[in-house]
């Protein structure tokens, strides 16, 4: 079982940045692709990005390719993300989700995914 806790959300003005951070508990996190989502109020979980098991590979959502990048440290069991360019409609609870695979794979599918984080809320202001 993994345990994932978000942190880094809060109040930002539009064109700001913030870091959101995600660690898993566990030894095994090198084995898990990592994905970050966000839920607005009355809309479905979105895919925001995503990243392999090593980090060599990232996959932005269209809809934040060139503002947020993710990243990840193996050796303290996190991934960031890095939101930068942010705006109003970037506001939602973001979350954070693991996957353990043996091969180099994702998806943008919440399903897909086995573990979560309870959320971190995000807020950008005009």
């Known amino acids: 079982q993994v345990q994932l806790v978000e942190s880094g959300g809060g109040l930002v003005q539009a064109g700001g940045s913030l870091r959101l951070s995600c660690t898993a508990s566990?030894?095994?996190?090198?084995?898990?692709?990592m994905g970050w989502f966000r839920q607005a109020p009355g809309k479905e979980r979105e895919f925001v990005i995503g990243i392999s098991r090593g980090g060599t590979n990232t996959y932005p959502a269209d809809s934040v390719k060139g503002r947020f990048t993710i990243s990840r440290d193996n050796a303290k069991n996190t991934v960031y993300l890095q939101m930068n360019s942010l705006k109003p409609e970037d506001t939602a609870i973001y979350y954070c989700?693991?996957?353990?695979?043996?091969?180099?794979?994702?998806?943008?599918?919440?399903?897909?995914?086995?573990?979560w984080g309870q959320g971190t809320q995000v807020t950008v202001s005009s």
């Open positions: 989700a693991a996957r353990s695979v043996a091969s180099g794979t994702y998806s943008y599918l919440p399903l897909w995914y086995d573990y």
């Open positions: 566990g030894r095994t996190f090198s084995t898990y692709v």
